[in-house]
């Protein structure tokens, strides 16, 4: 057995768990009940999945072609940008309130998605004359 | 000469970490693109240093790269707790909650990567933070115990980076 051989098949391995893991996501979006529980799925795609696509990628350039370290950085932007969107898909879920309502913040603090500001108020009041 | 190598370089690691992602980007390493990538780290960092004055001042670098690598595991980990919800828990048996995590944490910066850190553990997505930054709102997908999931990001996240950022 060649090193291109062992490559193929840690190749094949990879794709097979990023496959998986994309799958589960995407069974878990179409089946979970509400809109909160269905933010947890696409957060698998975005690590395992990609994660295990990825490193196929990088295993396949580096035993039959020249290899790069791209695949790092589009890892490591993925990870710095995927927290970001579903803090916002979740804000836009208190704010509609289209999930169960979030306790409230303890002590004499307000989550900051509900914080009422004045200027709001004000220009509220603008559209209703 | 402090002064003048912190005017130069207001925060060295942003530096590096600029340097080393435009040689990355390039995809191949030339002596020249090296030291256009050091030029883009020196002018990046002082061309936006007024916009960031309250930037931690301590990080260990050691220790991030540590913290780094148990996450690393923990996705691991709970991407297949998660996908062996998914695929075999039923919809009424699941205990989705909320639960509201005080923290000791108060630079920003810290703030963050603990909030990503909880949101790219599948299970876990941090939802919100309160108007002072005192407490974070988590959402938990399967929490039948949700006091024992707050006390385990609170010993296992939290106090490692109040160790990194200091």
């Known amino acids: 057995m060649t090193i291109t051989d062992i490559a193929s098949y840690a190749i094949g391995v990879f794709l097979l ?9 995407s069974i878990g979006m179409l089946k979970l009940p509400d809109s909160m529980t269905r933010l947890h799925a696409p957060t698998k795609v975005g690590t395992m999945g990609i994660g295990a696509l990825l490193l196929a990628s990088m295993t396949y350039a580096y035993t039959f072609g020249d290899g790069s370290l791209r695949e790092i950085l589009i890892m490591a932007f993925l990870f710095v940008t995927a927290p970001i969107s579903a803090n916002f898909m ?40 | 000469m402090t002064r003048a190598f912190n005017w130069l370089f207001p925060h060295p690691f942003l530096t590096v970490l600029l340097a080393i992602v435009w040689i990355l980007l390039q995809g191949q390493f030339t002596a020249g693109m090296a030291v256009f990538g050091v030029i883009l780290g020196i002018i990046i960092p002082r061309a936006t240093a007024n916009w960031w004055p309250d930037r931690p001042h301590g990080f260990k670098l050691g220790r991030m790269m540590a913290y780094m690598v148990l996450v690393i595991w923990d996705i691991l980990v709970a991407n297949v707790q998660v996908a062996w919800i998914i695929l075999t828990r039923r919809n009424s048996k699941l205990r989705p909650a909320w639960i509201v995590i005080p923290l000791d944490l108060r630079t920003p910066e810290a703030i963050t990567v603990l909030a990503g850190t909880i949101t790219l553990t599948p299970g876990t997505v941090s939802a919100d933070i309160s108007n002072n930054g005192r407490s974070l709102l988590v959402h938990a997908l399967d929490a039948p115990d949700p006091d024992a999931v707050r006390d385990e990001i609170k010993q296992r996240y939290e106090s490692r980076l109040k160790e990194i950022f200091v």
């Open chain 1, 17 to 25: 768990i990023g496959a998986f893991f994309s799958l589960v996501g």
């Open chain 1, 90 to 129: 979740s804000k836009v879920n208190i704010h509609r309130k289209s999930c169960d309502i979030p306790p409230e913040a303890p002590q004499d603090q307000v989550w900051s998605t509900l914080v009422k500001r004045d200027e709001d108020a004000a220009q509220k009041d603008l559209k209703t004359l």
